[in-house]
Every structure is written in structure tokens, then in C-alpha cells.
């Protein structure tokens, strides 16, 4: 069976599992924000139907500044990409035919650039006895031998966050040895505002670079944005490496609506915590595993019963849960499910309490 390697594809899910999909089905399978987009965003939307007609800027030197003043960053410092995807493929092709580590299970994409780019890759594997926590000494040890390191914070699909110190230490040992580290911080919008992100460590640590998506947060996948961080001069390589205009003219019309309400993070990051505290309360009273997450997604497992038949069975309620297959280490054996509104959260616990009551 080839498993789809992203969430948010239902049709082949069913399709795949020959099981019938409803009209209306509950998708838990993609990690977007279930909030968004944003209002402004939908009301702007048909106006930016005109710039379709242009090519953006390919230095896209407005929304550079725009996008740069939201995230509190130096214009200089910042590459906009089409998605943190764009990203995480330009960044490895600095690296090409070098050698990599990466964590798993993590985001595949970070492995399939590698292959695309030749490189080589070794990895170090996270624990459910460890509740997923960074394997810190072994990591260290490690760094000598690679030329990079690919890091999600917080990662996909655990959710779970590297503290700032520990981060602090892996890049400060990378640098004595040359390595650079990468940190993907696609969902670091979703984390609760004690968890600083890297972007102060920049200044110093010139073997850091990050990624981040801004289709997560404002759940607009189909639009694309992210963007790169990093010194000067690696923004200057990485920006000739880039496909002219991979950017599309319309999301950048829609950025000053993007980023109209003020509130809207911090909106998100209030509201994901009461759901969260809520889910993770109903989940422990069913006896599920939930690994330590501060995100908007979780993985789920239950060590009682069969996870690949739980999977089955929330698909015939109609609900999708991201299948684990295809992440090194969990073969299956885990599900991982985005919080969603609390309507379909709701949805979600009464067929886990039918799942239970079956035993
Ligand atoms: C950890 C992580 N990084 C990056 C991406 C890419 O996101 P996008 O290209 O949609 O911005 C994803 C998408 O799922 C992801 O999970």
C-alpha cells in the first residue's frame, strides 16, 4: 500500500483503505490553525483577483518588509519562500553531497531533500519511554560527524518543544565543530509565548538558520508562504538558488490582510490551550498515551488495543486521522490528530468512547 507522505488527502485515504467516505467528513489529518484564515483575508480576496494578471516582484522587496515588521525581524535577515517547503529545499541544497542528521520521527521532508540533493543521512531515533524527548548527550556526540542537522521545533508529528537552553547548547557545540544547524519552526506560532523562539541566537551563532511557514497559522496552505532566517550572506545565497517568482502575486497582495488583526496569534495560541487542556483531560480518562505536545497536534496511542484497527474505525465514523506509516519509528502504531474545533474535537471523543466501550 503507498501511503500518501502528508495529511489532508481524504479522497485517497478511502480510497486506499477501501472504506466509503461520507459527504461530510471531520479532517484531523492536516496541522492548519481552525481558526483561520483570517477575516480580512476572505473580505480582500476578490480583490486580489487583478494581480493575477502581473508577475510579483522576484525580489519581493515590499512583502520582505512587511512580512519582516510583523515578525519582528531585520528585512536583511529574511528570504520569503513559497510555503517553509520552498525552504527546507533551498536550505539543503547548500548542503549537497555533505552528510546530515535528523531526528526522527520527524517531518519527512528534511529526508527527501536530502535524497533529492545527495546527501547523506544518519539519524538518531526519539522515545515513547522517553515521552519523545531529545536524546541531548547523544545528539552532542554526534555532531562531530555531520555537516548539518535538520531540527523541527516544535516537532511534527510529536509536538513536542526542545527547551531554548538545550537548543542553545546544540548550536553553540555545533559551531566548535562547523555544523550547521537548521531549525524548522513552522508551528512555532501555535506555542504558548513562554517558548521563545531561536531568532535572538542568530546574531551570534552564524551556523544557525531557520524556517518557518506562515501557512500553518493562517491556514493557507493553498496560497503558500514561509520564509528563511539567517545572516546576510547566506540570505544572499540562498536567494540566487531561488526559482524566479516561486512566490504567487496574490498571497502577497493579501499580506497587509494577513496580518490586519493584531490579535489573531495570540487569539489562536489562547484558544488552542483551553481546547487542548479540555482534549487532553477526556483523552486520559479514555486511557489513550498523548505525547507531551504544545502545539496544535498530537500523537495518540492506544496501548490497549490495535492502533492500525483505530485507524479503520475513526475512518468509518468519518473521521481522519493522520496516518503514522510513513514516520520512521512509528510505523502506524501511533495516530496523530490536529486539534480542530471544538464541535469536531467533540465528534472526535465521542467515537473514541465507542471505540472504548467495544472492548
Ligand atoms: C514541520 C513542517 N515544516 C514545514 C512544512 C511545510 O509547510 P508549508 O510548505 O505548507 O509552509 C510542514 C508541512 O506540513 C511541516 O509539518
Redesign the pocket.
Known sequence: MKWPA??GQPAKIYHLTNLTKSEKVYDFSA?LNPLGPPEQVKQQLPQSFDFIQSYPDPEYVEATRIVSKHENLQEKNVLLT???????FLIAQLFSSKKALIIEP??S?YRRACDVYNIEVISLSLSIDDDFSLPLNNLLTKLAEVDVVFL?RPN?PTGTMVSFDEMKLIIQKANQHETMVIV?E??IHFAPSEFEDLSSLLANYPNLIL?R????IYAI?GL???YIVADEQKIHVLRMKQIPWSINSVVLALLPALFSDENFIPKTKHWLQEQMCQLKTELKKLDFYISPTVVNFYLLKDTVKNNKELFHFLLQHQIIPRHTQTFKGLDGDYLRLAVRSEEENNSLLHVLRLWREQQ
Not at 82 to 88: L, P, V
Not at 213 to 216: D, E, P, Q
Request: a negative charge.
Open positions: 502528508h495529511g496541522n513559497n510555503g517553509g517547503a520552498e525552504a527546507i520527524t517531518f521532508e523541527c511534527n524548522d513552522a508551528f524556517l511557514s506562515l501557512t500553518k496552505p503558500r508562504l514561509g
